[in-house]
């Protein structure tokens, strides 16, 4: 089983910048990559950045290229999620993400980011 652990949100202004962090652990020697999605109320929840765990592959959504950058942060299973240039839209709360083959497993609890304008 894996455990996941998300922390940093909080609560900025739009324009600034907020980095939140991922730690898996237990058994992770099947997993392939780690990933961070979000949920705004009222909507669906939308991919944000994944990251494969050799640290080579990056993804992102169409809505945050440009001002987020997901980077491996000291080992495979630990990653960082840099959230440049807040904006209103990019407040729900964040969720970090395994996936072990194709599938997306094991969920963290979530931390919440809010952007006032």
């Known amino acids: 089983q894996v455990q996941v652990e998300e922390s940093g949100g909080g609560l900025v202004q739009a324009g600034e910048s907020l980095r939140l962090s991922c730690a898996a652990s237990?058994?992770?020697?099947?997993?392939?990559?780690l990933g961070w999605f979000r949920q705004a109320p009222g909507k669906e929840r939308e991919f944000v950045a994944s990251?494969?765990?050799?640290?080579?592959?990056?993804y992102y959504g169409d809505s945050v290229k440009g001002r987020f950058t997901i980077s491996r942060d000291n080992g495979q299973f630990r990653v960082s999620l840099q959230m440049n240039d807040l904006s209103p839209e990019d407040t729900a709360i964040y969720y970090c993400?395994?996936?072990?083959?194709?599938?997306?497993?094991?969920w963290g609890q979530g931390t919440q980011v809010t952007v006032s304008s």
């Open positions: 237990g058994r992770t020697v099947s997993l392939v990559a």
């Open positions: 990251i494969d765990t050799t640290g080579r592959r990056k």
């Open positions: 993400a395994v996936k072990a083959g194709s599938a997306w497993g094991a």
